[in-house]
């Protein structure tokens, strides 16, 4: 009689966990299906309009004094400077160019040309 006592309340234990994790998965499916309703009647309100956040890239934009001040010391920058078709080479002697043409307030934009291994070779002004 007593195996049968104790089966009999091994069942009843076994039934009252399987009952408890029946009842805890109910309330866990009943909270998880109001989150998600609360969070798509949230996400109903919300503007769906697609805004750029970058901007595209654009060449570099120099003034005409930063690139006379550049041909100044041509020399140290070791590579050619092409300005508006006038071709600067650094072994080219400082004191006896006419860089009166290049207009100091105009805006001028960049080009580079490198060579076949990367190198910096030339900026061209337009």
């Not at 006896?96 to 900026?123: H, M, N, P």
Request: proline share 2%; with cysteine.
């Amino acid at each position: 009689m007593e195996a049968n006592t104790r089966s009999m309340i091994e069942f009843a234990v076994a039934c009252t966990m399987f009952m408890s994790a029946l009842g805890l998965s109910f309330e866990l499916v009943r909270s998880n299906t109001s989150t998600i309703t609360a969070l798509f009647s949230q996400n109903l309100i919300k503007d769906r309009n697609v805004n750029h956040t970058l901007t595209q890239a654009q060449a570099p934009v120099i003034l005409g004094a930063e690139i006379v001040h550049m041909i100044r010391f041509i020399s140290e920058l070791s590579i050619d400077i092409e300005v508006e078709g006038h071709l600067f080479r650094p072994d080219t002697a400082i004191d006896s160019l006419d860089l009166s043409f290049i207009a100091t307030q105009k805006r001028y934009s960049v080009v580079q040309i490198r060579d076949e291994v990367g190198k910096l070779v030339r900026l061209r002004y337009d």
